[in-house]
């Protein structure tokens, strides 16, 4: 059966969003996307900072926070091969470059540096080797590194029906076994990753989710030749997001910004219509079939009592919880490499995370910006929003703009310029921007326009699939259930794609279906896991090893 003569409705024009809009284009649905915001490309865009631009150059570029692509993605890299770029064979993918290094830099003493890539240089093998033996040197005792191995191949060994069973609802602090452990375990391996890479709290996260997205970049490292830590070689919009966006009107989609969705109409058991604002203009939005790439914080609100009789499933998103991860950036006249990738500020009180973009970006690109003296980037990720800070005893939650600035720069400061080295210095520093999702109503409070949703322990039981009971209604959005099950672009892109097949299905489509893929784990423990399964249908506990 052809789609030619169907319309869908796509509501979002995030990654999950766009990627919805790309799979069902290629399959000949004509598609009609709203976007609230004057840009597409959600938490993924790229804007830039308004004044800044003199000599016939552009103005700074700023982002909601860096872009990160472990090789462990698979759904939003096939799309990105898919979009046309000039010079590159592989589409838009073709501007993701390979990071070598991960700093977990501390405050006043020296950093400890991490390979982040399966080691093919000297260089690397001798940072693998050091990196491996810190545990003592930081302060985690032998018989702890072995706690924590035993508890990551218990992970590896477990079968799926139990970690949806029992891991779902067990916090990675209580499986880590945090409680008892000492002050270096609970810093370095159960805080720094959770709350600086997913701005979740280890007592709150899902087992499930943090366990299982770790293993995935650990074992990134097991790969060769493709690196766990990719980042993209300029701002998002130049090398990604507009590239598609130009892609997408040449497949005929129709789109549409500034457009904020105000509700759904009901026609019996199925979407009637979507009422819509757009540049201050209401209209009802009519189709065949409804995506909603909303945020669950945007969707929640407009699910009427109506639509929960009518499916079950989405009854329940208000109950999903948010945290904050927005990102600022400071423009450098000088350029700060400090590492070939990320580092982490392991006790910042803000769990922040940032990336050197120079060293990543095309040669000539601190050329094209601002007023001829940007020397480097940094960007920055503020990952909790809710501790007090060290120079004000303030969480960021209750700072102005300005605090905020003085605060993020001051505690990467204290992790950066020790044993007499100044990595940063304050005349150095050209310009600053803060991410504009983050809103002040008064200046000493802000709000955020765009919160992170957070797996906690238990809340898959509040998450839907991409397919709704409502007929005609679809789901691409980061909460849905998926392989990926956590908020990224990659689970954003998966839900997206669900969407897409569920559509096909609904339509009677003979199209072939978007590509879903579950992770990779190591064949090798396929045989533990399948005994693990036998013991759970018997009612037994897993086994230990």
Not at 59 to 68: A, T, V
Not at 226 to 254: A, C, F, S, Y
Not at 379 to 388: G, K, L, M, N
Not at 395 to 400: E, L, T
Request: charged share 20%; proline share 5%; aromatic share 10%.
């Amino acid at each position: 059966m052809g789609t030619t003569d169907k319309t869908v409705i796509v509501l979002g024009g995030g990654v999950g969003g766009l990627s919805a809009v790309h799979e069902l284009a290629e399959r000949g649905f004509r598609v009609r996307v709203f976007e609230s915001k004057a840009l597409f490309g959600g938490k993924a865009r790229s804007v830039e900072v308004p004044n800044t631009a003199t000599g016939g150059r552009m103005n700074l570029p700023g982002e909601h926070g860096y872009r990160f692509f472990p090789n462990f993605y698979k759904h939003v890299t096939d799309t990105m091969k898919r979009i046309p770029y000039p010079g590159n064979a592989m589409g838009v993918y073709g501007n993701i470059v390979g990071g070598s290094r991960t700093q977990i830099a501390r405050d006043g003493t020296m950093s400890v540096i991490a390979v982040a890539r399966y080691p093919v240089t000297l260089d690397d093998w001798v940072d693998t080797l050091k990196s491996i033996a810190a545990g003592p040197e930081i302060g985690i005792p032998p018989e702890e590194e072995l706690f924590w191995a035993d508890r990551l191949l218990t992970l590896l060994t477990t079968c799926e029906e139990r970690r949806i069973a029992e891991y779902e609802k067990i916090s990675w602090w209580d499986f880590i076994g945090a409680t008892n452990k000492s002050a270096a375990y609970q810093k370095y391996l159960v805080r720094g990753t959770t709350r600086s890479l997913v701005a979740l709290k280890p007592e709150l996260g899902s087992t499930r989710t943090v366990g299982y997205v770790g293993l995935q970049l650990g074992l990134g490292l097991l790969k060769m030749g493709d690196p766990v830590d990719r980042l993209l070689n300029g701002p998002t919009n130049e090398v990604w997001i507009d590239p598609w966006m130009k892609h997408l009107q040449g497949l005929g989609v129709e789109l549409h910004n500034n457009a904020q969705v105000l509700g759904f109409r009901m026609n019996g058991q199925e979407i009637a219509s979507v009422t819509i604002s757009v540049d201050g203009n209401t209209q009802d939005v009519r189709g065949d079939y409804y995506v909603s790439a909303l945020p669950v914080e945007a969707i929640a609100p407009l699910i009427s009592n109506e639509m929960k009789k009518a499916a079950p499933s989405i009854a329940n998103l208000d109950k999903l919880k948010t945290s904050w991860m927005n990102g600022i950036q400071f423009y450098l006249e000088k350029d700060v490499t400090v590492v070939n990738g990320h580092t982490i500020y392991i006790d910042s009180p803000w769990a922040l995370t940032s990336i050197s973009q120079r060293q990543f970006w095309t040669p000539d690109a601190m050329a094209r910006y601002g007023n001829g003296r940007l020397g480097g980037i940094l960007s920055v990720d503020i990952s909790d929003w809710e501790t007090p800070g060290i120079l004000y005893g303030r969480p960021a939650m209750q700072c102005s703009a300005e605090e905020i600035k003085n605060e993020v720069w001051a505690q990467i400061k204290g992790h950066l310029n020790v044993d007499g080295a100044q990595e940063l210095e304050d005349a150095n520093l050209l310009h600053w921007f803060l991410d504009p999702d983050i809103q002040f109503p008064n200046p000493s409070a802000c709000t955020n326009l765009e919160p992170l949703l957070i797996n906690t322990a238990g809340s898959l039981a509040y998450r839907p699939e991409a397919y709704t009971e409502i007929p005609n209604l679809f789901l691409a959005s980061d909460y849905v259930h998926t392989f990926t099950d956590l908020a990224t672009m990659e689970g954003a892109n998966e839900a997206a794609r669900r969407a897409t097949n569920a559509i096909l299905d609904r339509a009677g489509s003979t199209e072939a279906k978007a590509g879903v893929w579950p992770l990779e784990e190591p064949e090798f423990f396929r045989p533990m896991r399948e005994f693990d399964l036998l013991r759970f249908k018997l009612g037994l506990a897993h086994a230990g090893l």
